[in-house]
């Protein structure tokens, strides 16, 4: 059994992809916000929060199933083609993956958007599950945040 796999998950959204992206460019202050069941809060320990090499500490809340803290790093931001990609560097993640690499892109498709969210992991021994309930609250969140998002228009 393989210790390193890949995980992906498209959505589709009735929000535009340029709200969507904005909000997830955003996430520090609107999560918590926006997804108060899911998100406690969400700290800049380095940088801006939003460029790479930003560094911060996420505070989950009932919502997130086994991960209540982690430290996430950003690793790339396109603004071009809306893709954000994050390291997991710290939190509770580390106990069951040695690493953990996650992307995001928003597609525009029309009035509304396609969010694609994939990531690339080493679990810490072969006994660990895939990923899967993390990919299931990815999902969840792009859901919620659309509904947050029509919410507000």
């Known amino acids: 059994m393989a210790c390193k796999g890949q995980l992906e998950a498209e959505v589709e959204l009735k ?9 997830i460019r955003d996430s520090t202050t ?3 916000i926006a997804l108060p069941n899911d998100y406690k809060s ?7 929060g939003k460029s790479p090499g930003s560094v911060r500490l996420f505070t989950y809340a009932e919502g997130s199933p086994i991960v ?18 994050y ?3 710290g ?12 992307k995001i892109v928003v597609v525009p498709k029309g009035e509304s958007s396609l969010v694609k969210w994939s990531c ?15 990919k299931e609250f990815a999902v969840q969140n792009f859901v919620e945040i659309d509904h947050y998002l029509q919410s507000k228009a």
């Open 42 to 48: 969400i700290q800049v320990l380095e940088g801006d």
């Open 120 to 134: 690339e992991y080493e679990k810490a021994s072969q006994d660990i599950p895939d990923p899967s309930i993390i």
């Open 15 to 23: 929000s535009p992809a340029e709200k969507v992206w904005c909000t």
């Open 68 to 85: 209540k803290v982690s430290t996430e790093r950003t690793d790339s931001v396109d603004e071009v083609t809306k893709t954000f990609v």
């Open 87 to 89: 390291s997991v560097i």
């Open 30 to 32: 609107i999560f918590p």
């Open 91 to 102: 939190g509770d993640l580390m106990k069951y993956y040695k690493s953990f690499i996650g």
